[in-house]
């Protein structure tokens, strides 16, 4: 008895099956979502963006984290072939851009949870973790500190200049510290006073730079990082 071929059997194959099963309506709604989620963490970000320099490309890479890692996660759920397959494939990428801000490595898991949550189509966890993370980072943000940290930074040239310097500001803030004082050259001395500022009064600056023998006063920002 002979065998014969259809045309069905020449196209009868394991990958037509994987087609035909391959619903597009879950993957229509998983990366919709995911997208929904990106722009809501694209909004975040940029709202509580607290950095010297903001990164709208970075920001933007947000949003097609969530949904590539979606992307990703769809396909690995649907066979474990291609998970091992996709393990290998993804190992083999390095990152190289360096993370300055600490924040950004939250929000950068943050897309990347919600791109695998998403992906596994735990749609309503995505849906409220997303809403919950992005209302506390908002609150936290908004949370403004009734003194904020400035650093002052005086340059003179003798000790009286010094003596009167350090006696103003402790006059106007009782609380200000010494963070360093350094000695260059003949007798070339810069002091940094760590201070709370209020109501951004700034006045005081003026009065310290006139006084005899100081070169100059610097006001800048203290977020923790002060590099001499």
Not at 60 to 86: Q, Y
Not at 153 to 164: G, I, P, T, Y
Not at 198 to 225: A, W, Y
Request: hydrophobic share 50%; charged share 15%.
């Amino acid at each position: 008895m002979e065998n014969t071929v259809t045309f069905n059997d020449i196209f009868k194959s394991s990958f037509i099956d994987k087609a035909t099963s391959f619903s597009f309506t879950d993957v229509f709604i998983a990366l919709s979502i995911a997208l929904v989620i990106g722009l809501f963490i694209y909004l975040v970000y940029k709202k509580t963006f607290q950095g010297v320099m903001y990164s709208r490309s970075f920001n933007v890479s947000l949003v097609m984290l969530a949904i590539l890692t979606t992307f990703v996660i769809l396909a690995v759920t649907s066979n474990v072939i291609l998970s091992l397959g996709m393990v290998g494939a993804l190992s083999i990428v390095r990152f190289r851009t360096a993370i300055k801000d600490p924040m950004d490595l939250v929000f950068l898991f943050w897309a990347i949870g919600a791109g695998i949550v998403c992906g596994a189509g735990l749609i309503p966890l995505a849906l409220v973790g997303s809403t919950i993370i992005g209302i506390v980072l908002v609150l936290f943000v908004q949370h403004k500190i009734a003194e904020a940290p400035y650093i002052v930074v005086v340059n003179c040239d003798s000790n009286e200049a010094e003596k009167l310097s350090t006696e103003k500001i402790m006059q106007v803030f009782p609380k200000c510290k010494i963070k360093s004082k350094t000695i260059t050259g003949s007798n070339n001395i810069e002091i940094v006073y760590e201070i709370r500022l209020k109501n951004n009064e700034t006045g005081f600056i003026d009065e310290l730079n006139h006084i005899d023998r100081v070169n100059n006063v610097s006001l800048v920002s203290f977020n923790g990082d002060y590099v001499l």
